[in-house]
């Protein structure tokens, strides 16, 4: 892939025209650069996004471990059901746009046959790390780029799968962020979204409550802090995205769903299941069924199973 391929899903973020090859627009003539190879396509935010820029900045998330290799990162995302599902429903020649790619790893594990990968996001000492990481395995089909959700640059209808895993519930109007988000899928494109569950996220608030209360000498059943006890940058940056984020924000289902019609995104389905005792199916397929009743009973059982990590669950839709 050369420079001008990414250019064409690139744009402006203050007209949205058109990317000429100095980084100037096209429409308003305004300049820009592209440091390290990463083009900055962002404009001055507000006061409540500049904050968490400026927390990422301090540390990246999430981090590279020591003496990292491609095969040793796709071995790491493969423990993830969910991380197989999203490769496996992807097709080999598909445009992707990561929102909030943090350090890259779902952009370098996704960047394989045909596809084209697009990791977006606001810190740019993050980016650095998943441009170097790039370079380190040999990915040429991954561009990196600095931008805010808010204004992004990024062509609107270009790309046929929008990721974004924990990122707008650090936005400051997650609904509003959603409805940018929407724009930049082409129609029948599919949108995959994943943000804190408001169920799901009470036992992180509750160790987060013992850690301040003990001015984090203590933080209790964390099992993502004991796996990265022998690596102090990436437990550090897990500390800090968990416990110690300057905005946050939680979601029911409903809630996201209603993001989905108020912005003609076709519901498809949410991981892991809100339908009780379904079957693992096919990650872009509509769900059985969708009875809200049923996904609020789902939600309690999220408590359990993704509260030890978070509790981020998945909504998957197709826009209209």
């Known amino acids: 892939m050369t420079e001008d391929d990414f250019r064409e899903l690139l744009a402006c973020p203050a ?37 968490v820029r400026r927390f990422y900045e301090r540390a990246p998330f999430p981090g590279y471990p020591p003496r990292d290799s491609l095969p040793a990162l796709h071995a790491r995302a493969e423990r993830s059901v969910f991380a197989c599902l999203v490769d496996q429903a992807i097709a080999g020649d598909a445009r992707i746009v ?21 990791g977006a996001d606001l810190a740019r000492a993050a980016l650095r790390l998943g441009a170097a990481a790039a370079r380190r395995f040999g990915l040429d089909r991954v561009q990196f780029v600095e931008t805010d959700l808010g204004r992004p640059g990024l062509r609107a209808g270009s790309f046929d799968v929008v990721y974004s895993a924990g990122v707008l519930h650090h936005t400051p109007d997650p609904r509003a962020s ?14 995959v979204l994943g943000v804190y569950n408001a169920f799901a996220r009470v036992p992180l608030r509750l160790r987060r409550l013992v850690a301040r ?12 802090l004991r796996d990265r006890k022998n690596e102090p940058a990436r437990r ?38 809100a339908v009780l005792g379904e079957e693992r199916e096919e990650l872009f397929a509509r769900a059985s069924d969708n009875w809200r009743a049923e996904g609020w009973l789902a939600q309690l059982g999220w408590i359990r ?16």
């Open 15 to 51: 007209c949205a025209n058109p990317l000429a090859a100095d980084w100037s627009c096209r429409g308003c003539a305004a300049r820009f650069e592209a440091p390290d190879g990463i083009p900055n396509l962002r404009l001055p935010g507000d006061r409540r996004t500049d904050a």
């Open 98 to 118: 990561e929102i909030g790619c943090g350090t890259g790893q779902m952009c370098l594990y996704l960047a394989r046959a045909d596809r084209v990968v697009v």
């Open 178 to 191: 959603f409805a940018r988000l929407v724009q930049l899928a082409r129609p029948g494109g599919t949108i």
């Open 213 to 224: 209360l003990s001015g984090f000498r203590l933080i209790p059943f964390d099992p993502v």
């Open 236 to 273: 550090e940056a897990w500390l800090r995205d968990q416990y110690q984020h300057p905005e946050e924000h939680c979601h029911t289902l409903a809630e996201v769903q209603g993001w989905f019609a108020e912005n003609r995104v076709e519901y498809l389905r949410a991981y892991p299941s």
């Open 305 to 320: 199973a993704l509260g030890r990590e978070g509790g981020l669950f998945f909504t998957v839709g197709r826009r209209m």
